[in-house]
Nanobody
Framework: QVQLVESGGGLVQPGGSLRLSCAAS????????MKWYRQAPGKQRELVAA???????NYADSVKGRFTISRDNAKNTVYLRMNSLKPEDTAVYYC????????????WGQGIQVTVSS
């Protein structure tokens, strides 16, 4: 059974930092691209950052220069370091494991709340 468990969310003031973690189990972690999505109230879910099995990264324009995605294959964990947080970063953040295009399987975590507010 595949599980993706997010942690590290919470309430932070504007300009602050958080680090999200997503611990994966039940899959060959190193073979998956790992992604972070977010969904704000009333908005569609959007891709925030991704890291391939080869560690190539890409980011949404809105977070470039502020967020950093990384992975530790030995710990089956992906991270999202978020700096200079803004109120518009407030959302539920979801971890995603994607085996495409080589595979067909996609898995989601349960989501974790990040609130940026003074």
């Amino acid at each position: 059974q595949v599980q993706l468990v997010e942690s590290g969310g919470g309430l932070v003031q504007p300009g602050g930092s958080l680090r999200l973690s997503c611990a994966a189990s039940g899959l060959i972690f190193s073979a998956y691209a790992m992604k972070w999505y977010r969904q704000a109230p009333g908005k569609q879910r959007e891709l925030v950052a991704a890291i391939t099995s080869g560690r190539t990264t890409n980011y949404a324009d809105s977070v470039k220069g502020r967020f950093t995605i990384s992975r530790d294959n030995a710990k089956n964990t992906v991270y999202l370091r978020m700096n200079s947080l803004k109120p518009e970063d407030t959302a539920v953040y979801y971890c995603n494991a994607d085996s495409r295009p080589i595979g067909t399987r996609v898995y989601w975590g349960q989501g974790i709340q990040v609130t940026v507010s003074s």
